[in-house]
């Protein structure tokens, strides 16, 4: 019974370049939460995605980065321009019903973004 | 979200009971506790869950008061590999999201 799956584990960048984080949800999750923790820092939540459907964003920054999890397929986290400063660790996270209160979320074992 | 309120530290010796608590006093009525910890920069484990009743598991157990304004996350026999920081979080609204403050982090001491 496989848990959250994240690839790569491990992404290194360039200044300018873009980064795609994937996620895959446990089996029967439909869906998925991502955080990212700066170094140093605790995780900060940055989006809460349903198949097709972003129902909370207000953790994502305004500009470079987006979100997606389509009908099939992993669900994306997308950092376009990276900058040194988007450094750091990003979770996923996934869930069997959406807000239900009892219903503990998941995590993979992280995507590790380094910008050069 | 309720918000949640944890030493910053705590020693444990290999062996005994590790006795991490939380408190919550603005939990509303039907918000969860919810027990994470997170082992150097893996991803955070959930260890579990309660509502109002005492709750066991395979990895702890969780005492929460009557009152529900605050709650104890027990290890019970502590080892080594338990060293982690551990975060009490009270997620609210529909969205379930989850908001980690600083934790406890835990050093079992050999």
């Known amino acids: 019974n496989a848990g959250v799956m994240q690839n790569p584990r491990h992404l290194v960048r360039r200044r300018g370049q873009e980064a795609r984080l994937r996620c895959s949800p446990m089996?029967?999750?439909?869906?998925v939460y991502w955080y990212r923790q700066l170094p140093e820092e605790g995780l900060k939540f940055m989006v809460y995605?349903?198949?097709?459907?972003?129902?909370?964003e207000s953790g994502m920054p305004k500009e470079r980065f987006s979100a997606e999890f389509p009908k099939e397929g992993p669900s994306i986290l997308r950092i376009q321009q990276v900058v040194r400063g988007d450094s750091a660790a990003y979770f996923c996270?996934?869930?069997?019903?959406?807000?239900?209160?009892?219903?503990?979320?998941?995590f993979g074992d992280g995507t590790r973004l380094s910008i050069l | 979200d309720a918000k949640t309120t944890q030493p910053t530290s705590m020693d444990c010796a290999e062996g005994r009971a590790a006795n991490l608590p939380c408190n919550h006093s603005?939990?509303?009525?039907?918000?969860?506790v919810y027990w994470y910890r997170q082992i150097h920069s893996q991803g955070p484990q959930y260890i579990i869950h309660?509502?109002?009743n005492n709750e066991t598991n395979e990895m702890a157990s969780l005492i929460i008061t009557e009152d529900r304004k605050s709650s104890t996350l027990i290890l019970p026999h502590a080892t080594l590999r338990d060293t982690a920081v551990y975060y009490c979080i009270a997620p609210g609204g529909a969205t379930n999201k989850l908001i980690f403050g600083t934790g406890t982090l835990l050093a079992v001491q050999p």
């Open positions: 996270a996934s869930s069997p019903v959406p807000g239900q209160k009892n219903q503990p979320q998941h």
């Open positions: 603005t939990i509303s009525g039907n918000e969860y």
């Open positions: 309660g509502l109002k």
């Open positions: 089996k029967g999750h439909s869906h």
């Open positions: 995605l349903q198949k097709e459907n972003i129902i909370d």
